[in-house]
């Protein structure tokens, strides 16, 4: 195996989109940021020095950090964030994964510009289980924000608002022609007739779950979240924030110019009706004519359509095959089910909030614990006995009875830092619930540390007596971020085989701010394959 060495310098660049320009925050002065390489089974160790006046942390998502829980990367759970002036050396190995997953800041909401891909290749001498690709293209689908994305944020916490919408969608950053300004910030690739190519596809936005499609050319998933798939042919894909797929698309065209799309995908009716981001196909043998033309856009969904949404992430099945086999736990030691909400907090006094009345904020939380970072690193306080951090006592099932059809029952959080503890080795089930109070989105849900199996979902309440026997545990999807329905519920499974504290959370920044977060504690197994070694020596400190 090979040890891949990088260097992240975080740095402003000047950046123009939109007829805006701002000094964003990137690594290495570009906008996406760099794609770290990898084969299965290398070591990949990445210094990260920071430049700029804000505090930065990066997060390698989807990467399983086994035994280097160190390098995991959410400020405040498992380090203290870098600060100006200050580096610190990210050191992992890329175990049980290939295909692609992504990098990104993972700090108040630096990810909005902090964010580049990273693709696996399988270990050497295993084939690839399709044919081998003519080429391939990162198709990384983010948001532009004009205004300062932290500035943002605080407003939005301050007072307990939905923030301001991002100003544009993107496509490796750049717009596309629909916006304003926008006629030459257009990504643009190279089709050969006949060929078949590789898009390497990731769902970078901060708030927001995305349709993407391409016009007259259908897309042939056969990777999610780093785990190979079944093959699946869909006219449009669905990314929610923090998903990534591999898709082939065959250049089935002989000429001519198609635009891929990529536009919103929301289960509660928006007030706004988005501008699709769009970047562009272009054929060799495209004539001057042609060329001139604008491109054939693709046919999406309406930004509703749960239907298809539903069915679309339904479809996905594990590959498991010989070369690619996945090991779904068959039994289970730990049993959980944790809502997932929406809540209002009543307003501080003398503040301005601009929840319900004017007298409310929003907040979110799991088990109706919204959830407060700590001052110093959950990890680290695990790890040297500092008390005061965190508590062992997040509840295994709700608070309250939950019943989805029924009225809201306390709908004021709890708030607090408390973390569940996992016995090492436990085979895992968790069950979550949206109550959705608010009715309003549905929820990407990350772990972090684990990919799991998606082994069943539905919509309403969970029934524990009935709805398991229902559920798939011979191919299910293995993700590390799974979008559950709205009103409804999802259940997944995976094995605690990886000692630390590991961050659960909604992808939607917006949420995450308001609370939707909790850590999990796997303790030690026995031996040194089973423990968590000592922090690096270069581990920042608060
Ligand atoms: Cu992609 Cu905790 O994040
Ligand atoms: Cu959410």
Partial sequence: HKVRHYDFKIEYAN?????????????????????????????????????????????????RQLLTGWSDGPAYITQCPIQTGQSFTYDFRVVSHRGTLFWHAHISWLRATLYGAIIIHPRRGLPLPFPKPDGEFPVLLGEWWNGDVEQIEMDAL???????????????????????????????LKFKAGKTYILRMVNAALNQ?????????????????????????????VLSPGQTADVLVTATQDHGRYFMAAKPYVSAP???VPIP???IIEYETST????????????????????????????????????????????IDRDLLFTVSFNLKACPPGQLCSGPGNVTKFASSMN??????????????????????FSRDFPDMPPHPFNYTGPMINPQPEVGTKVNVIPFGSNVQLVLQDTSILNLDSHPIHLHGYSFFVVGQGVGNFNPSTDPANFNLIDPPFRNTVAFPR???VAIRWTADNPGVWFMHCHLETHTSWGMEMAFLVTNGKGKKQTLPHPPKDLPKC
């Fill in 15 to 63: 950046v123009s989109r939109i007829c805006h320009s701002k000094a964003l925050v990137s690594v290495n002065g570009e906008f996406p940021g760099p794609t770290v390489y990898a084969e299965e089974g290398d070591r990949v160790i990445v210094k990260v020095t920071n430049h700029v006046q804000a505090n930065v942390t990066i997060h390698w998502h989807g990467i």
């Fill in 158 to 188: 301050r007072t307990g608002g939905i923030p301001i919408i991002s100003n544009a969608f993107t496509i490796n950053g750049q717009p596309g022609p629909f916006y304003n300004c926008s006629t030459a910030d257009v990504y643009k």
């Fill in 209 to 237: 779950d995305l349709f993407f499609g391409i016009a007259n050319h259908s897309l042939t998933i056969v990777e999610v979240d780093g785990e190979y798939t079944k093959p699946l042919t869909v006219p449009t894909l």
């Fill in 270 to 272: 928006v007030p706004f």
């Fill in 277 to 279: 981001t769009t970047a």
């Fill in 288 to 331: 001057e004519a042609e060329l001139s033309q604008p491109p054939v856009f693709p046919a999406l969904p309406a930004n509703n359509d749960t239907v298809y949404g539903e069915n679309f992430f339904q479809s996905i099945r594990s590959l498991n095959s010989k070369q690619y086999p996945v090991h779904v736990p068959q039994t």
């Fill in 368 to 389: 109706n614990i919204s959830f407060i970072f700590p001052s110093i690193s959950i990890l680290q306080a695990y790890f040297f006995n500092i008390n005061g951090v």
């Fill in 487 to 489: 009103a409804g519920w």
